[in-house]
């Protein structure tokens, strides 16, 4: 499932999508956010021609979902496409969807908002169910790879074993190799400048490369054919991540790790690699039941 909104960065959330959709023999769906109920709560007061407001709502509801069916179709004209206008807040509309999706896309623009970006997407990323695809607008840059590792950050957390289990399977699906990123500690990258950022120290190292292997117990069995490369790093979990994310086709996180606190949704590390990668994140969430 993808949500759009017209925006440049929902049209490379369509591409994203419907090339995974393809690539996996799955059916796309794409839903667009129409508010009506809000706009009849703030318009009736006024006695403003509520009928002309929901006709170009509707319209330009249409126009969106008619020109990302086009840019799915383009991407493989056999894909099957469904499309539909859900009344709702863009964040509700899509976390609701997410109960039924395989995976669910949004497009994100750069670090100055707009699109799908700020509080839609970072609400989704939070509270979505399964996985969710952040495919960010840089630009320039180019958007969406097809070369490159699939990378995945983990610790010792449950929400990273469930990342890891998600970034096997897309490593798989892409013939792509996984690079397994773990740091010793949460803290900035940038209170450790000018030292070396590896683990000199043999117990901590042991300690985490015995953390790593008990992680990838299990799917390096299940998935033979997927090369690991690991990476062990001092600090810095979100700015090793981002760095990888310049060569990588696609960077999975859960959506908390060791350092969530009890009622956060989202941990650091996650918001802030959605927020500046330089290629589609996954935030991958536990599924309920």
Same mark, same amino acid.
């Given at each position: 499932?993808?949500? @759009?909104?017209?925006?440049r960065a929902g049209g490379l959330a369509v591409r994203w999508a419907a090339e995974t959709a393809a +690539?996996?023999?799955?059916?796309?769906? @794409?839903?667009? #956010? #129409?508010?009506?109920?809000?706009?009849?709560?703030?318009?009736?007061?006024?006695?403003?021609?509520? !009928?002309?407001?929901?006709?170009?709502?509707?319209?330009?509801? +249409?126009?969106?979902?008619?020109? *990302?069916?086009?840019? *799915?179709?383009?991407?493989?004209? #056999?894909?099957? @496409?469904? &499309?539909?206008?859900?009344?709702?807040?863009?964040?509700?509309?899509?976390?609701?969807?997410?109960? &039924?999706?395989?995976?669910?896309?949004?497009?994100?623009?750069?670090?100055?908002?707009?699109?799908?970006? %700020?509080s839609t997407v970072l609400a989704v990323a939070a509270y979505a169910h399964g996985q969710v695809v952040?495919?960010?607008?840089? %630009?320039?840059?180019?958007?969406?790879? /097809?070369?490159?590792?699939?990378? $995945?950050? =983990?610790?010792?957390?449950?929400?990273?074993?469930?990342?890891?289990?998600?970034?096997?399977?897309? *490593?798989?699906?892409?013939?792509?190799?996984?690079?397994?990123? /773990?740091?010793?500690?949460?803290?900035?990258?940038?209170?450790?400048?000018?030292?070396?950022?590896?683990?000199?120290?043999?117990?901590?190292?042991?300690? !985490?490369?015995?953390? @790593?292997?008990?992680q990838l117990t299990g799917w390096t069995e299940k998935y033979p054919e997927v090369p690991v490369v690991?990476?062990?790093?001092?600090?810095?979990?979100?700015?090793?991540? =981002?760095?990888?994310?310049?060569?990588?086709?696609? $960077?999975?996180?859960?959506?908390?790790?060791?350092?969530?606190?009890?009622?956060?949704?989202? %941990?650091?590390?996650?918001?802030?690699?959605?927020?500046? !990668?330089?290629?589609? $994140?996954?935030?991958?969430?536990?599924?309920?039941?």
């Amino acid at each position: 499932m993808v949500g @759009i909104d017209g925006s440049r960065a929902g049209g490379l959330a369509v591409r994203w999508a419907a090339e995974t959709a393809a +690539a996996a023999g799955r059916r796309l769906r @794409i839903v667009h #956010a #129409a508010d009506l109920t809000a706009a009849h709560i703030l318009l009736d007061p006024y006695e403003l021609p509520m !009928a002309s407001v929901t006709d170009a709502m509707h319209t330009f509801s +249409a126009d969106c979902l008619a020109a *990302a069916r086009q840019q *799915a179709q383009a991407i493989d004209p #056999a894909l099957i @496409i469904e &499309t539909e206008v859900v009344d709702g807040t863009p964040a509700q509309v899509l976390i609701n969807e997410t109960d &039924t999706a395989h995976l669910t896309a949004v497009g994100a623009l750069g670090l100055s908002g707009g699109g799908l970006f %700020g509080s839609t997407v970072l609400a989704v990323a939070a509270y979505a169910h399964g996985q969710v695809v952040i495919v960010r607008d840089c %630009g320039s840059e180019q958007p969406t790879r /097809h070369l490159g590792p699939v990378v $995945v950050g =983990i610790d010792e957390s449950e929400y990273s074993r469930t990342a890891l289990a998600a970034a096997f399977a897309e *490593a798989n699906q892409r013939d792509a190799e996984l690079v397994v990123v /773990h740091c010793w500690s949460d803290l900035r990258f940038d209170w450790f400048a000018g030292l070396p950022d590896v683990l000199a120290d043999r117990t901590a190292q042991a300690d !985490a490369q015995e953390l @790593i292997s008990a992680q990838l117990t299990g799917w390096t069995e299940k998935y033979p054919e997927v090369p690991v490369v690991r990476n062990i790093y001092v600090a810095g979990p979100s700015h090793h991540l =981002i760095e990888w994310s310049k060569s990588a086709q696609l $960077v999975v996180v859960g959506n908390r790790g060791r350092g969530g606190f009890p009622g956060l949704q989202l %941990g650091s590390t996650s918001n802030a690699v959605i927020q500046c !990668a330089h290629c589609p $994140v996954m935030v991958v969430h536990p599924r309920s039941g």
